[in-house]
């Protein structure tokens, strides 16, 4: 189990924008914008970091609607990767999930993303169906959901 107490779990803000912004662009052929993770942390606080010597390591992006939470996005910088930062993160969410007594967790993934797919299925996500052309290079989504377990905490 990776070893991760000198990891600390904090609200996105525009301040960590310079350091998400080059983890994002390295992780995903179709990167958000800048504008994009503006404009989402402004309307919604459900965005985290993960921190390591005052340092942005990874972040996870979510929608919260009703008692479901939706994973929008989630990148850990590529010199950082399993070391149990993403793991880290969905725990911190799930903690969360739990004190706010949500639901069900959803996402959507490429087919082809075969260390976010063995990360969700560590975690408990069952596939639900596929999104075809889902992605602007006409790749497949899987969607995936998991109930928010009171052990979650
Ligand atoms: C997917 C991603 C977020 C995983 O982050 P991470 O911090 O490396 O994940 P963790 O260290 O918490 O890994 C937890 C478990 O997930 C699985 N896993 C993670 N990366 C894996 C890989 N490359 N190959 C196989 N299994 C993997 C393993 O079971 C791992 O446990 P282990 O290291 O004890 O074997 C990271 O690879 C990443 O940023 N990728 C690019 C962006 C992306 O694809 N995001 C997901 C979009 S849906």
Redesign the pocket.
């Known amino acids: 189990m990776?070893d991760t107490t000198d990891l600390s779990f904090a609200e996105l803000t525009a301040d960590h924008l310079h350091d998400v912004l080059p983890i994002e662009r390295e992780?995903?052929k179709d990167p958000w914008s800048l504008a994009s993770f503006r404009n989402f942390i402004v309307l919604y606080r459900t965005s985290w970091v993960a921190m390591r010597d005052n340092r942005v390591v990874?972040y996870l992006v979510t929608q919260w609607v009703l008692d479901e939470i939706h994973i929008l996005n989630?990148?850990?910088h590529k010199f950082?990767?399993?070391?149990?930062?993403?793991?880290f993160l969905l725990d911190s969410l799930f903690e969360r999930a739990v004190a706010h007594k949500m639901a069900d967790v959803y996402?959507e993934?490429?087919e082809s993303?075969?260390?976010?797919r063995?990360?969700y299925a560590?975690y408990g996500f069952a596939e639900l169906g596929i999104r075809k052309s889902y992605y602007h290079d006409g790749e497949d989504a899987l969607v995936m959901h998991r109930r928010v377990r009171k052990s979650d905490r």
């Not at 993303?113 to 976010?116: K, M, P, Q, T, V």
């Open positions: 990776a992780s995903f990874g989630v990148a850990v950082e990767r399993r070391k149990g930062v993403a793991s996402l993934v490429r993303n075969e260390s976010a063995a990360l560590r």
